[in-house]
């Protein structure tokens, strides 16, 4: 696949990894729909853009769904349709279950899980129509591995793979592709906005995260895993992968690992 006037719609663009895609994708000439709440960074993202006359700006909080049938006629209208939507927002936590207010639990799932499948399902009959179309989230690491201080964060992202491993399933006739991507620790600000167990944000940057992969090196994988329409992809450091190779062949011996992570 080529992505030349492909018309990509991505969430989460006004920053960190949905920024660096928009614009990679960009030099690749596609076509843009970016969506997010900050509508200031999402201009500044268009502007860096290689065209941006071919990149459009649709606010949208995935808290909000009651507007996504809206949100989708206006991306449809864009361009004349959509090839491709990049589940791209959500957000973090870090905090202990115990110390966890439930309706932080509550609000990490209402974003990235239940606002990323509103809007899949609100863009699900452009595809089926139009008898094609292809649905890129992304998860994490965590999504495949739940690790301290990140039990709710981890729940939502596990629950995008059983989702989406379904829809994949039963719309294949309809030759709609499904990629979940699976990020390990990139260098942006998901641990400065995530939230803490009374639902304000940490403000403070973990050090794998700062010492993670760069956004820019990320996207290049990432947009090549949508380009050859991956099922599932790992994009991280070795003991990223690493931990998931050990999850699936010896489960025991992770969750040894896994307890003596730091939780402080």
């Known amino acids: 696949m080529d992505f030349s006037n492909k018309i990509v719609w991505i969430t989460g663009a006004s920053s960190g990894i949905g920024k660096a895609l928009a614009i990679e994708l960009s030099q690749q000439n596609a076509k843009l729909i970016l969506s ?19 990149v459009k700006i649709i606010p949208l909080d995935l808290e909000d769904s009651n507007k996504f049938s809206e949100k989708v006629e206006t991306a449809i209208a864009a361009f004349g349709s959509i090839d491709i939507l990049v589940n791209n927002g959500g957000i973090s936590q870090r905090s202990l279950v115990k110390d966890t207010d439930i309706l932080v639990d509550k609000r990490i799932m209402d974003i990235n899980f239940l606002g990323t499948v509103a809007l899949t399902k609100a863009l699900l009959p452009h595809f089926i129509q139009q008898k094609k179309g292809h649905f890129v989230v992304t998860t994490s690491i965590v999504g495949k591995i739940g690790t301290p201080l990140r039990s709710s964060y981890a729940a939502s992202k596990h629950a995008l ?63 090549k895993a949508i380009k050859n329409k991956k099922e599932e992809v790992y994009i991280g450091g070795f003991k990223e992968k690493l931990g998931v190779f050990v999850k699936r062949f010896f489960p025991k011996v992770l969750s040894i690992m896994i307890r003596k992570l730091a939780v402080t």
């Open 161 to 223: 793979h059983g989702f989406f491993d379904s829809l994949r399933a039963e719309h294949f006739q309809d030759n709609i592709s499904v990629t979940l991507v699976c990020p390990g620790f990139v260098n942006t600000n998901v641990s400065k906005n995530a939230l803490t167990g009374n639902g304000t944000p940490q403000k403070k940057m973990d050090v794998a995260t700062k010492n993670g992969m760069q956004p820019e090196r990320f996207a290049k994988l990432m947009s």
């Open 36 to 54: 997010s709440r900050d509508l200031n960074g999402l201009e500044l993202v268009k502007n860096e853009c290689k065209t941006p006359k071919n």
